[in-house]
């Protein structure tokens, strides 16, 4: 079992590219690859490659480092990949004429766009690996407390009445992990592929999320802005 959380947080892609080559020379077989690198509702940044930093980071990133890992990933079979997502990727569109946010931005609509992206890009690998023996899922862990809302900007005043919540209906990380390691490791989901889960439980999904013509597209442009296809 090997867990790669690749955050960074500005996604280089020739950094995933060296971290994944030193992986595969010196593991003999990845069984299990999580992707929950992520950053919420920043304000407009790039990455060091030019990406707007929430489609960066949250999408293109696992994009790429799982697409780099699929050789080892396939001569391991049966393994597993997940993908974190979130349930606000009900709020997300995938505007093709502006991935990048260059004409307008957004921190809300890109973050859940991002989260979007995550489920159409494990829907798409599922289909691309059937009968590989390799299985991808995504979820939705819940509202965790965790750092990824740093950048969120909570008056001074709401801040004792914001904590007080968070204590009481937030889940701590390791409970916020659970839908992670059970997609990881538990047998109940052995050969299950492409769904999406939420509390340890398959869920279903809007129908843009299940968009195959969508989800291809976004294969496609995803391959060249990571610079896999030229």
């Known amino acids: 079992f090997f867990e790669l959380n690749p955050f960074v947080p500005r996604l280089h892609i020739s950094c995933t590219c060296e971290v994944c080559h ?21 304000p407009y940044m790039k990455t060091e490659d030019g990406f707007e930093m929430q489609f960066g980071v949250n999408h293109l990133g696992h994009f790429l480092l799982t697409n780099l890992l699929l050789g080892l990933l396939k001569n391991s079979a049966p393994s597993r990949i997940v993908i974190v997502s979130s349930k606000l990727y009900k709020y ?14 957004n921190k809300s609509f890109c973050y859940s766009r991002s989260k979007l992206a995550n489920i159409l890009f494990a829907r798409e690998l599922a289909r691309r690996l ?24 909570i008056p001074l005043l709401a801040k004792p009445l914001f904590n007080l919540v ?31 889960f939420g509390d340890c439980k398959e869920e279903e999904l809007l129908p843009k999320a299940m968009d195959d013509l969508v989800a291809r597209k976004l294969w496609d442009i995803s391959e060249v802005m990571v610079g896999l296809l030229k």
């Open 22 to 42: 030193k992986l595969m020379r010196e593991e003999p077989r990845l069984d299990v690859l999580i992707n929950n690198a992520g950053i919420f509702q920043c």
């Open 92 to 105: 997300g569109e995938i505007n093709f004429d502006d991935l990048n946010s260059e004409i307008s931005y």
């Open 130 to 153: 059937e009968g590989t023996g390799v299985t991808v899922n995504s979820l939705h862990p819940g509202i965790v407390r965790t750092n990824l809302g740093r950048y969120v900007n």
């Open 166 to 196: 968070s204590w009481a209906f937030f889940k701590t990380p390791l409970e916020g992990a659970q839908t992670s390691i059970y997609l990881a490791s538990s047998p109940d989901v052995e050969g299950v592929s492409g769904k999406y």
